[in-house]
């Protein structure tokens, strides 16, 4: 079995993306004979060849093109496990919770409540972050938590407690027609002249076609509705962050949100099973009812003896 040393990879990316030795030793700060020799010694362990060399560059050939594909998730992979063996190690260590700004913000509340009436549970730290970016932090080690929502979320290989369920609503500038609506449908807010559907990226950060503008921040989104050039269908709760120029009005056969809590498999953290029952005993039907809210039919079954006994999560995307 061939080993693969984190340095080899590192240096092979760089390569691979420079596509020039010079340029990516200088990318490394290194010395390009080094670099040549590691990435030769490197093709040798392997059997492979991975560049096509000439004096204007290097190309990567078909097993190049592979262990780019590969390098980078084993490289993430090793940096989360060094961030999570540190954090392990650091007992009086805060457990951070990742959610997306402006979402869930009354449950988020509620279960910071219960987290701190839990005997001996941890200090929670609360870290904030855009659209869609709460999978990649908690896969990088940088967070042991994350409020996620389905179908939204990248909730793949995760284990999961679901938290409550809840409709959604359009934000709309506060002076159109459709603002004084009590509620609308999809049909009704997809086809609004002059007030396209603004554009979240999807989980490849690519953009879905159409003439809404592309947001990537709730900032901007913000502004963008108060200026009357967009609006956009979003989970109920995330009205916490709405505007005086903004209006919500229901949009009664929108698909359900889920908000759930999120956490790497096989977690043996106390801290992490000490929130997760938290999270498991918290019912939406107690949290304020916002327009297009729906509580679950039952609340979540309570972890058992850590957060491994929670439902998982592996397969469901966003």
Same mark, same amino acid.
């Given at each position: 079995?061939?080993?693969?040393?984190?340095?080899? +990879?590192?240096?092979?990316?760089?390569? !691979?993306?420079? =596509?020039?030795? %010079? #340029? /990516?030793? $200088?990318? *490394?700060?290194?010395?390009?004979?080094?670099?040549?020799?590691?990435?030769?010694?490197?093709?040798?362990?392997?059997?492979?060849?991975?560049?096509?060399?000439?004096?204007?560059?290097?190309?990567?050939?078909?097993?190049?093109?592979?262990?780019?594909?590969?390098?980078?998730?084993?490289?993430?992979?090793?940096?989360?496990?060094?961030?999570?063996?540190?954090?392990?190690?650091?007992?009086?260590?805060?457990?951070?919770?990742?959610?997306?700004?402006?979402?869930?913000?009354?449950?988020?509340?509620?279960?910071?409540?219960?987290?701190?009436?839990?005997?001996?549970?941890?200090?929670?730290?609360?870290? +904030?972050?855009?659209?869609?970016?709460? !999978?990649?932090? =908690?896969?990088? %080690? #940088? /967070?042991? $938590?994350? *409020?996620?929502?389905?179908?939204?979320?990248?909730?793949?290989?995760?284990?999961?407690?679901?938290?409550?369920?809840?409709?959604?609503?359009?934000?709309?500038?506060?002076?159109?027609?459709?603002?004084?609506?009590?509620?609308?449908?999809?049909?009704?807010?997809?086809?609004?002249?002059?007030?396209?559907?603004?554009?979240?990226?999807?989980?490849?950060?690519?953009?879905?076609?159409?003439?809404?503008?592309?947001?990537?921040?709730?900032?901007?989104?913000?502004?963008?509705?108060?200026?009357?050039?967009?609006?956009?269908?979003?989970?109920?709760?995330?009205?916490?962050?709405?505007?005086?120029?903004?209006?919500?009005?229901?949009?009664?056969? !929108?698909?359900?949100?889920?908000?759930?809590? /999120?956490?790497?498999?096989?977690?043996?953290?106390?801290?992490?099973?000490?929130?997760?029952?938290?999270?498991?005993?918290?019912?939406?039907?107690?949290?304020?009812?916002?327009?297009?809210?729906?509580?679950?039919?039952?609340?979540?079954?309570?972890?058992?003896?850590?957060?491994?006994?929670?439902?998982?999560?592996?397969?469901?995307?966003?």
């Amino acid at each position: 079995m061939t080993d693969l040393e984190t340095r080899e +990879l590192r240096y092979f990316v760089a390569v !691979a993306e420079e =596509l020039h030795f %010079g #340029r /990516a030793a $200088v990318r *490394l700060g290194i010395a390009q004979p080094p670099l040549s020799r590691a990435i030769r010694q490197l093709e040798q362990r392997l059997g492979v060849q991975l560049f096509e060399r000439d004096r204007r560059g290097a190309a990567l050939t078909d097993a190049g093109r592979v262990l780019l594909r590969e390098a980078p998730a084993a490289l993430d992979a090793v940096a989360a496990a060094a961030r999570r063996t540190r954090r392990a190690g650091s007992p009086t260590r805060p457990l951070v919770l990742v959610t997306k700004a402006g979402a869930s913000h009354e449950l988020l509340q509620r279960l910071l409540d219960a987290v701190e009436h839990e005997p001996g549970a941890a200090p929670v730290e609360v870290l +904030l972050c855009e659209v869609g970016e709460q !999978a990649g932090t =908690l896969r990088s %080690g #940088r /967070a042991d $938590v994350a *409020l996620m929502h389905r179908p939204f979320d990248d909730l793949a290989g995760f284990d999961t407690e679901d938290l409550h369920v809840e409709g959604q609503i359009a934000l709309l500038p506060a002076g159109h027609p459709l603002a004084a609506r009590e509620q609308l449908t999809l049909a009704e807010v997809r086809d609004v002249p002059g007030l396209p559907i603004a554009r979240w990226p999807r989980l490849d950060g690519s953009y879905p076609d159409g003439p809404g503008p592309e947001v990537r921040t709730q900032s901007q989104l913000a502004q963008l509705v108060a200026l009357g050039r967009t609006l956009l269908v979003i989970p109920a709760s995330s009205r916490a962050w709405q505007w005086p120029d903004h209006v919500a009005v229901p949009v009664i056969d !929108a698909p359900d949100v889920t908000t759930v809590l /999120a956490w790497p498999p096989n977690s043996h953290s106390p801290a992490v099973a000490s929130l997760v029952r938290s999270a498991a005993r918290l019912h939406a039907a107690a949290l304020p009812t916002p327009p297009g809210y729906r509580p679950p039919s039952a609340p979540p079954e309570p972890a058992a003896t850590g957060p491994g006994a929670a439902r998982r999560g592996a397969g469901s995307r966003g």
